[in-house]
């Protein structure tokens, strides 16, 4: 299932095997919330830009359109015209992000929608009922997302309510897996960490989870908060606890550097709204740093976003275009400015995989960021 092809120091390249297809890893995972790209990007734009793994939101589908609907149109893959892997997280972010519209319970958390405030109940069984009406190829366990600055006594009982969820949600997909009428009975399980700031509740969790051999497991509640140096440290503390012979996704981060500092300490998956939402607001990433678009320098550039990007957008478009299409407001500017963002971000993982490949993954890092740096708009 998940093989370790090769490591340079703590980064691994390894390879994810499933229903759905290989994914090259480390990878970023493209964000599609309500089951598309922000920002008008199509299924098929996803293909030539490199994509290997979309994500898309339990909580967000469940609302709307509903995951019964998915599963009777043939679950999420046919309903987006996407064959690759997807990934489903679990509703369990929700707890966090919509602290004012829930109570959180030892069987689960209820909801008041975002959308028409009608109640909605989720726990692990729900969560993973959902996610399995959806047919993604993995799935996310039912977690809390505490903040990261919450007290010590708060954030022990929370991280335990999390390994009882996470010991119900791997009940309730064994037993989904073994229906009939099931989507997709091969539906991969990957178990979350949690514990905020403090490094021994995190260990201890890990080492918890660790225990129950799921498919994968996720380091989550960072990037909700703190500063990159308290994510990076609670990385060096936690990730040596999770299997190095399974797949690790920090969840939720980030920017290039903070993929690029995480994948040092071992991390293999990534997914974030950074490049889709930077570029709806005409931020494109480049190898020299971020150029904000909108900038009136940009009005008469004839040159593409980055020289030398094999991207769709820099193939064709010059910035003075995209800056126009940005200021009068067209649709247009903001699809490019993210079709072009994440093609940055699949071919940095392209580089990155190819770096730890070659042994020069320390030379790889040290190079780009101090490339990406030099720019300040």
Known sequence: MYELIKRDGLAKRGRLCTVHGVIETPVFMNVGTAAAIKGAAS?????????????SNTYHLHVRPGDEVIKKLGGLHKFMVWDKPILTDSGGFQVFSLAGLRRIKEEGV?????????????????????QSNL??????????????????????????????????????????????????RNQLLFGINQGGIYEDIRIRHAKEITELDLDGYAVGGLAVGESHE???????????????????????????????????????????????????????????????????????????????????????YSRAYIRHLLKAK????????????????????????????????KEYKADKLGRMAGLKE
Not at 43 to 50: A, M
Not at 168 to 178: A, D, I, P
């Open 43 to 55: 299924t098929q734009d996803l293909q030539e830009i490199g994509t290997q793994v979309e994500l």
């Open 110 to 130: 209820y909801f008041n929608s975002h959308i028409d405030g009608r109640k909605i109940f989720m726990g692990p069984e729900e969560s993973m009922r959902i």
């Open 135 to 184: 047919g993604s190829t993995i799935a996310m366990a039912f977690d809390e997302c505490p903040s990261s600055v919450a007290d010590r006594s708060y954030m022990e009982q929370s991280v335990d309510r999390t390994t009882r969820w996470l010991q119900r949600c791997k009940r309730e997909m064994e037993r989904l897996n073994s229906l009939p009428d099931t989507i997709n």
């Open 230 to 316: 308290e994510m990076y440290r609670i990385l060096d503390a936690v990730v040596p606890y999770l299997p190095a012979e399974k797949p690790v996704y920090l969840m939720g981060v980030g920017t290039p550097a903070n993929i690029l500092e995480a994948v040092d300490r071992g991390v293999d998956f990534f997914d974030c709204v950074y490049p889709s939402r930077n570029g709806r607001h005409g931020h494109v990433y480049t190898n020299q740093g971020k150029l904000n678009l909108f900038n009136a320098k940009y009005e008469l550039d004839t040159s593409p976003i980055e020289k030398g990007c094999q991207c769709p957008v820099c193939r064709i």
């Open 330 to 361: 067209e649709m247009l500017g903001m699809r490019l400015c993210v079709l072009h963002n994440l093609y940055f971000y699949n071919t940095m993982m392209a580089e990155i995989r190819a770096a730890i490949e070659a042994g020069r993954y």
